[in-house]
């Protein structure tokens, strides 16, 4: 019996999640993030706001969250990189994050122009440059990141004209000459 309730608020967690996340990409279509409130959110996903609260804390900490989730699943799928193989191996990680943007690509740009309006972005770029740790010198890679989801950022909103193909081709470039010096042996 217990277990059985166990799963069953297991579900219901997971509903509660998927029906916030939806609500909170269909608030970002209409207005600007800063404009969102909690209480748009939990009225639009029809939940109790004890269910919002009960895994978010604010609109802030929902962002980071589905930021971070989005990264883990990203990041999971990238290959650590060596001197040996570096344009290999990172045309292979450029290749995967250009693969789940564009699976996505209308959510993933939602959720990149929230977080250049929220301040929460220096939090997600800081957990994601924790996640390359194999690389030597914290300075390049902060720029590094930086440059790249700024850059994708662009794209994504339509401000820069290149494909996802061809800005991976271009953060190839851009990456491989900082990369060659801060890749550890």
């Known amino acids: 019996m217990e277990r059985e309730r166990t799963k069953v608020e297991y579900r219901n967690s997971i509903r509660s999640k998927v029906l916030i996340r939806k609500a909170f990409s269909d608030l970002l279509k209409e207005k600007p993030y800063s404009e969102i409130k909690a209480s748009d959110i939990i009225e639009k996903a029809d939940i109790a706001g004890a269910t919002f609260y009960a895994h978010f804390s604010d609109t ?3 962002l980071l969250a589905l930021s971070e989730s989005l990264v883990d699943e990203i990041a999971t799928m990238l290959t650590p990189l060596s ?3 570096l344009n290999i191996e990172l045309k292979k990680n450029l290749d995967i994050i ?3 943007i564009e699976r996505d690509f209308g959510y993933v740009e939602l959720l990149s122009k929230a977080l250049c309006s929220s301040p929460v972005l220096s939090t997600v770029l800081d ?3 924790d ?4 690389l030597k010198d914290r300075a390049t890679l902060s720029f590094l990141i930086a440059g790249a989801f ?3 950022r662009s794209i994504l909103t339509k401000e820069a004209s290149h494909s996802l193909k061809e800005a991976s081709e271009v953060l190839e470039k851009y990456m491989l000459s900082l990369l060659e010096a801060t890749v550890a042996e």
Request: with cysteine.
């Open 60 to 62: 802030d900490d929902l």
């Open 83 to 85: 001197k040996n193989n």
């Open 98 to 100: 250009m693969r789940c």
């Open 127 to 129: 957990n994601l440059s």
């Open 131 to 134: 996640r390359l740790s194999y």
């Open 150 to 152: 700024y850059y994708l």
